[in-house]
Every structure is written in C-alpha cells, then in structure tokens.
C-alpha cells in the first residue's frame, strides 16, 4: 500500500498548493506570480536536492523537449488557469472539474492501448466519481450567467493534466529519474513563466493591506516541490491512470482542509461521500501493480 500513502499524501499536499493559490488571488497577486514561484522555487528546492545526490538534470535535446511539454501540460497550462479561473470559481467546482482528468486520463490510455479494461478498476474510478458528485453539486451552482464560459474553460485543467499524464509515461527519457526529470521540468518551465511574466508586468508582491498573505508564496514554492517529486514517482510506479486518481484525493482534501483550517461545517452526507471516494480508491487499487514506463 505503499504507493497509495503516496497518492494520498501527494493529493493533500496539492489541495493546500491551491488553498495557498486561492489565498495569492485574494490579495490581488496576478496568476503568473504564484506559479512562478511554484515553478522556480520548487525547480531550485528539487535541484538543490538533486545536486546533493549527484543526480543533475540531462540537457540534451530529448531531454529539454520532455521538460517542455511535460511541464507545459502538467505545471503551467493547468495552475495558470487554476490561479486565474480562481478568481471567478468556487474552489470547490475547481476541484470537481479537476477530478475528471481521471477519467480523460483512462479514456485516452484505452485508445492508446496503455491500460487493459479492468472491470474493478472502471467501477472504482466510477465510484469516486460518484462520491466527488455527490459531495459538490448539491452545494454548488455557478454563481452567475458569466461563470458558465469559466466553468467551460476550467474544463482545460483537467484535459491538460491528462495529457500530461499520458505523455509523461509514454516519453519518459531512458535512464532518467524521478528526481532529475522533475527538477528539469521545473526549472525549464520557471524560464518561461519568469519571462511571460516579465513581459507582461505580471510579476508582484502583496500590497501592505495583504502582506500577511506574502507566507503564501514561498509556502507554494515548498509545497510544490514536494507534490512534483511525488507525482513524478507517482507516474513512474503507478502509470498514467493510477497517477490520475490525484483528482479524487485533492477534492476530498479540498473539504477536510477547508474545515480544519477555515472553520467550515459540511452534513453528514458529505462524509458518507467522502466515503465512496475511499471505497473507490480501494477498489481501483486493490492489486499492487508495478507499472514500467515507455522510455525513449
């Protein structure tokens, strides 16, 4: 069960990333600032690391085009519009929206020919789809006409995550690490970020009404390195579909962190949700399989 205390750490860690995003936007931060510090600041934690292990990042062609699309379909395209989509979605939305990259993620593996049709893995996924829809659209509604063109483009969150889930697997380069990809994904996509951002004076720092929040940012570079680490092991033991179910986790950790943090209160028939996501995650995962990855 080792690989799911991962899943399951890894999608805590990313449901506080976006809590911090969330407290970024309320003070005004462009969307480009957090995410280049989730991208440079974690790419320089992950490198450091790296570094010490002796584990540095390749930079040969085939390397840099992995970094580059990996990082622009599983980092900057989904958190940009996270960040940005934030400011006019309910967080809780977001997070339903996300955990369908589950299920673009099994789709596009099955046409690929990557994931065998396994009767308890698809009732699993479906069950925590189940408990994901459950949990939110009874206490959701988009919050005016305006929000329904958000709401469609917050679909490109999870339809990018899958894609990177799949590419990430198909294209992970011969002899690489975990470690090394993810610094090098980081750091290639923190020159891009910092230069757009750049550019297009999308770079800031919390006014003195908001600078409380200032924790927030370099929280995100922390928590960011840590969840890139454990998606990268993540796809690398797992595959494509396992990895997906992230989606699951961070929505059902979105609620628990928001009531012990910020105080809210849900019926209990959120909880008896909250528990067919954990039936589902059971039953998708009931038998260890250790995935090996299409390297190139």
Known sequence: MERLSLLLVTGILISAVLLLGKA???AGLPPLTPLL?????GGALILALAALRGDIPRTDRRHLRYYALSGLLGVTLPYALTYWVLLHLQAGLLALLTALSTLFTLVLARLLGMEPLRPARVAGLLLGLAGVAAILLPRLALPGAGALGWAVL????PLSLALANIYRTRAWPAGSSALSLAAGTLLVQALGVGAAGLLAGAIAWPAAEHA???WALPG???LSALTI????TLQRIGGPVYLSQLGYVITAATLLLGALLLGERYPAPVFAATGLIAAGLLLANGRPRRVTVRVE
């Not at 510090?37 to 600041?41: D, F, H, L, R, S």
């Not at 917050?154 to 969150?157: D, F, G, P």
């Open 37 to 41: 510090w989730q991208v440079a600041g």
């Open 220 to 222: 995100i570079a922390l």
């Open 212 to 214: 409380a929040t200032a």
């Open 229 to 232: 680490l454990g998606t990268f």
């Open 24 to 26: 970024a936007a309320a």
């Open 154 to 157: 917050a679909l490109l969150v």
